[in-house]
T-cell receptor, first 108, second 114 residues
Framework: KNEVEQSPQNLTAQEGEFITINCSYSVGISALHWLQQHPGGGIVSLFM???GKKKHGRLIATINIQEKHSSLHITASHPRDSAVYICAVMEYGNKLVFGAGTILRVKS | GAGVSQSPSNKVTEKGKDVELRCDPI?????LYWYRQSLGQGLEFLIY????????KSGLPSDRFSAERTGGSVSTLTIQRTQQEDSAVYLC????????????FGDGTRLSIL
């Protein structure tokens, strides 16, 4: 079993839909990261959180430390949101462990 | 530019050759990470540098892989006697320090071993 599990693996949505991507982990962590990777490879850090909830524009990330679970929400999705979304956890230490990613496609 | 810079962006080489990949972190960032993303697989941690401390090499897949960071800034990842399974995108990231801060990623080096 992978230390970081993401679901779904693939997601197709219609423009304007509310999207949720889930991440579960099995190890103790100091922080959780959500990353975005567009075709062509560039990776952008969206959020880093260790408790509660963070919001940036149409993106919201939440984490429940007790349940070892995090969600990334996209409100009013747009085709430019199409990308791979990756959950990664920072174990105690300095090593990021990555989920396999969720491939999101938003159709207009 | 102000971001993490990696070179070359693409590298094609023959099996058995040595390769060097370079990473120039954001100025002032003391933490530097190398990751690998193989085709069809997720990202995996390779090595981590923090200031003058001994690097965390726990992710290096074999002794053919090594990395150094000179003067606390530029880092070089070296792969000796390359194998086809080394083909991947090698990504470098930096952060101001290691204490739970967002990492800034370079665009990566796409390495292809023929």
């Amino acid at each position: 079993k992978n230390e970081v599990e993401q679901s779904p693996q693939n997601l197709t949505a219609q423009e304007g839909e509310f999207i949720t991507i889930n991440c579960s982990y099995s190890v103790g962590i100091s922080a959780l990261h959500w990353l975005q990777q567009h075709p062509g490879g560039g990776i952008v850090s969206l959020f880093m959180l260790s408790s509660g909830k963070k919001k940036h524009g149409r993106l919201i990330a939440t984490i429940n430390i007790q349940e070892k679970h995090s969600s990334l929400h996209i409100t009013a999705s747009h085709p430019r949101d199409s990308a791979v979304y990756i959950c990664a956890v920072m174990e105690y230490g300095n090593k990021l462990v990555f989920g396999a990613g969720t491939i999101l496609r938003v159709k207009s | 530019g102000a971001g993490v810079s990696q070179s070359p962006s693409n590298k094609v080489t023959e099996k058995g050759k040595d390769v060097e990949l370079r990473c120039d972190p954001i100025s002032g960032h003391t933490a530097l990470y190398w990751y690998r993303q193989s085709l069809g697989q997720g990202l995996e941690f390779l090595i981590y540098f923090q200031g003058n401390s001994a690097p965390d090499k726990s992710g290096l897949p074999s002794d053919r892989f090594s990395a150094e960071r000179t003067g606390g800034s530029v880092s070089t990842l070296t792969i000796q006697r390359t194998q086809q399974e080394d083909s991947a995108v090698y990504l470098c990231a930096s952060s101001p320090d290691s204490r739970n801060q967002p990492q800034h990623f370079g665009d990566g080096t796409r390495l292809s071993i023929l």
